[in-house]
């Protein structure tokens, strides 16, 4: 059923089944009954007859009322769709016993004692007794009808009601379970990682002191200052990753910009050719840090894989986008062994821009190097 109309719809197109068209069609037919019984009636049962059919787009806002309205019609015109559709409004709209059943008995009453009265009406005869029958399962039909679309309306509502809770328990669980997996991942980098990064410290830290070429003491002091950088890095997002709820979108501190690229050029130890031109304009700190971190993530792919090569560093303003570009050559000599990679830093960078509603590609250059270009707009678009 549909709202409060003896319509079966659950399979029909939503444009038979709109809500005008369910309140005007009961008095569209029962127009139509008005019109049939017309035939033979006077003008002012027509009228009776009429104003039943009427006052029924107004059966949801006032179904008692409208079955009131429709009772003169069918004592004095006979017509049955009307008061049918008012009963029937009335079981789906109030469906408490002290109103329901008083308004289906009272169009039983009218339907059994219409106008005009006879003797044949209070006669104990059988045929008085099936049109009692008749009159009484007239009135219930509608009745039962409206009371079970109530019903259904409700297990609908409440069965919409156990599915949302049971999303939100689902949601729940998924998440106790990404908070676990969390703490088991903060744990194994902490466990791992940190004592691995920990041990080149060291290791950094007393060839520093024990080394007479200034060269070597350099080099190691480089490295312990890069390890410490890193433990301060794992640290933090160890912190995050063990964070639940509103903590696990802190962020990470301290926020790498545009202007911490000079320093990450020179830590790299490659000969680069830079244009660090972005401009004046205040870029938001998620395209900064995304601009830091593909120049950062295509250095070390040139340590990794070419590191004398010629490399080439431009980050430069195009209106309202910010332009990252590395490329480096051929290198004159391949290293023997490369150093291990997780592949996926060019996956994470495309995956940053995108969210960032910018673009990064990746690829060969016609001589035979290599180049990561990066643009990302100073808003969301």
Request: contains cysteine; charged residues 20%.
């Amino acid at each position: 059923m549909t709202g409060t109309d003896p319509f079966p719809s659950r399979h029909l197109p939503a444009r038979l089944t709109a809500p005008w068209l369910m309140l005007l069609l009961p008095a569209l037919y029962s127009l139509v009954d008005a019109t049939l019984v017309a035939r033979d009636a006077t003008w002012w049962q027509v009228v009776f007859s009429v104003l039943a059919a009427v006052v029924l787009p107004w059966r949801r806002r006032f179904p008692v009322a409208v079955l009131l309205l429709t009772m003169p019609g069918s004592y004095f015109a006979d017509i049955w769709l009307s008061p049918i559709t008012a009963v029937y409004t009335v079981a789906a709209e109030r469906p408490r016993p002290r109103v329901m059943v008083p308004c289906a008995t009272l169009f039983a009453l009218v339907e059994f004692f219409h106008w005009p009265l006879s003797e044949q009406s209070f006669a104990l005869t059988r045929e008085t007794a099936l049109y009692a029958i008749q009159s009484v399962m007239l009135a219930a039909g509608p009745a039962a009808t409206g009371l079970l679309s109530r019903t259904r309306r409700e297990l609908a509502a409440r069965l919409d009601e156990l599915t949302r809770g049971q999303e939100r328990e689902s949601r729940l669980l998924a998440e106790r379970v990404l908070i676990s997996e969390r703490g088991r991942l903060a744990r194994e980098m902490h466990d791992v990682v940190s004592h691995q990064v920990s041990l080149i410290s060291i290791q950094a830290g007393a060839l520093q002191v024990s080394t007479a070429d200034p060269a070597a003491a350099a080099t190691a002091r480089t490295i312990r200052e890069l390890s410490v950088r890193t433990l301060d890095e794992l640290r933090q997002m160890v912190g995050v990753l063990r964070a639940a709820g509103p903590r696990g979108d802190m962020p990470l501190a301290p926020q790498p910009r545009l202007a911490d690229l000079p320093r990450l050029i020179e830590e790299s130890g490659l000969a680069a050719d830079t244009d660090l031109s972005p401009g004046d304009r205040p870029w938001p700190e998620a395209v900064e840090r995304a601009a830091y971190r593909t120049v950062q993530e295509a250095l070390t792919n040139i340590t990794k894989h070419a590191p004398d090569a010629t490399v080439h560093v431009r980050v430069r303003a195009k209106g309202r986008r910010l332009r990252v570009e590395i490329r480096n050559g051929i290198p004159p000599v391949r290293p023997a062994e490369t150093l291990p990679g997780g592949g996926h830093g060019l996956v994470g960078l495309r995956e940053r821009a995108q969210l960032l509603g910018g673009t990064l590609a990746a690829g060969p250059t016609p001589d035979g190097g290599f180049e990561v270009r990066a643009e990302l707009p100073a808003t969301h678009e």
